[in-house]
């Protein structure tokens, strides 16, 4: 199924620019050309022709589009499809608000970013990555209450945007958790999140990339 209707007004405006282009170039040529009045019907067609297949090919390549490029206030943005494992730099890892770590289909799902990274992934042991992240020194406004009626997982919750850095990962507390350990966000902790993750993401970054999933784009509930 095509992802951009054939007649999307963004395929509009492109092609028109385009045709704004060639026709102006084709008035300049016929000044100085004389066409044959047999021939201009030929031409007329062959005319169409070529501007129907440039329509199609701006089309087609919208629908195949895997790779964009944003200027952002002077920094570059690109949104690709593609293995974020893959990706060059720091990449981002979302966790919920305790940073667990507990892959059971419960706490984490096997199927989720964060739980294919913690099979397939990380560097040292579950368990190693527990201990350095409960002996961490986080900043104060970081580190919230503790959990003590949570009976599965960890128990310390963490601010949203809170981040760990753990090699070149970018462990980050995005969703909170109900009392039956399912990820939810209101739009305001969206928001939250959003200003709190990237305000430290400016302070390590270190002007190496950083690779981000679509956060709230898995089982997420955003209230």
């Known amino acids: 199924m095509a992802k951009v209707n054939f007649f999307d007004k963004r395929i509009l405006k492109k092609f028109s620019d385009y045709t704004s282009t060639i026709s102006t170039i084709f ?43 944003l200027d952002v206030e002077g920094s570059i943005v690109t949104v690709k499809a593609g293995d974020l494992f893959r990706q060059d730099g720091f990449k981002v890892i979302a966790f919920n608000e305790y940073f667990d770590t507990q892959v059971d289909d419960v706490i984490i ?8 990274y913690i099979d397939n992934y990380l560097a040292g042991s579950v368990s190693d990555l527990d201990h350095r992240i409960s002996n ?77 999933p679509i956060f709230g784009s898995g089982i997420t509930r955003i209230k």
């Open 136 to 212: 961490h020194q986080f900043e104060e406004d970081e580190l919230l209450e503790v959990n003590h009626k949570r009976k599965v997982g960890k128990t310390q919750k963490y601010s949203l945007g809170t981040i760990f850095v753990n090699n070149d990962y970018l462990l980050t507390a995005f969703s909170k958790f109900d009392d039956k350990n399912r990820a939810f966000l209101t739009m305001p902790d969206y928001l939250a999140f959003l200003i709190n993750f990237w305000d430290k993401v400016n302070r390590i970054y270190a002007q190496k990339s950083v690779s981000v």
């Open 27 to 69: 008035s300049l040529f016929l000044i100085f050309v004389d066409i044959p009045t047999e021939n201009k019907l030929t031409l007329g067609i062959i005319f169409l022709i070529i501007l129907f297949l440039l329509y199609f090919g701006i089309w087609f390549k919208s629908n195949n589009l895997s790779e964009i490029n």
């Open 109 to 116: 799902s096997h199927n989720s970013l964060n739980g294919l």
